[in-house]
């Protein structure tokens, strides 16, 4: 089994400048993604790669103990760029640069940290027991539920529930479980990435419902 893990961070933030490397709780935002990283790679043997186009966030990183050799093409860099063509095509720099082809990919989103070893050991274990699953994504419980709570507006200009179902829901209760993303971690298999997929929903996805707030 071999798994590359890794962590996107492009250095042109507009919401909050400089957002991948601020300081949250006394050390840059990323560092706690790497961390965890490199706990990660320990147990199964995995290689961490870290995408970015910032010689800035290049160099936090170096000082967190990572070889970061892969420069991120500014194609790939702009406020349109998807993320699942960033981690392709960094994906194919270090199966190169390491003469291997990986069996799973694990993204960690540097502004979702709060995950636990826990949180990436269970949700991989249950990957791996489905041979058909391509994708698994963290969420959490939704507060709200398109089939109860949720509007949307109609053709003819009123207003309806975003998603119904054929009996009356009466009660959140009763409304079919959803979910929210929160952006904290996604596991892929490697064959994801030989599609033309540009994001990381198919009709072959696996949740992880984590059991405790997780921020983006």
Request: with cysteine.
């Amino acid at each position: 089994m071999s798994i590359l893990i890794t962590i996107c961070a492009r250095g042109g933030s507009k919401g909050i400048p400089g957002k991948n490397i601020r300081e949250l709780a006394g050390k840059p935002l990323i560092e706690y993604s790497v961390d965890i990283a490199k706990k990660f790679a320990d147990k199964y043997k995995g290689v961490i790669g870290v995408s970015t186009d910032s010689n800035e966030i290049k160099s936090v990183v170096r000082d967190m103990g990572l070889n970061v050799e892969y420069q991120r093409p500014s194609i790939l860099a702009s406020d349109t760029a998807g993320k699942v063509d960033a981690i392709r095509d960094m994906l194919l720099y270090e199966e190169n640069s390491c003469g291997t082809k990986f069996e799973y990919i694990l993204d960690l989103d540097v502004t979702s940290p709060l995950r636990t070893m826990e949180d990436l050991e269970l949700a991989f274990a249950d990957f791996r027991m489905n041979n058909l699953a391509l994708t698994l994504f963290s969420v959490n419980n939704a507060a709200r539920n398109p089939y109860f709570n949720m509007v949307e507006r109609q053709p003819n200009g009123f207003y309806n529930l975003i998603k119904t179902v054929d009996r009356a829901t009466l009660t959140r209760q009763s409304a079919p479980q959803v979910f929210d993303l929160n952006a904290s971690f996604y596991f892929y298999r490697r064959e994801f990435f030989e599609s033309a997929a540009k994001g990381v929903i198919t009709d072959r996805s696996m949740i992880f419902n984590m059991k405790h707030i997780c921020f983006d």
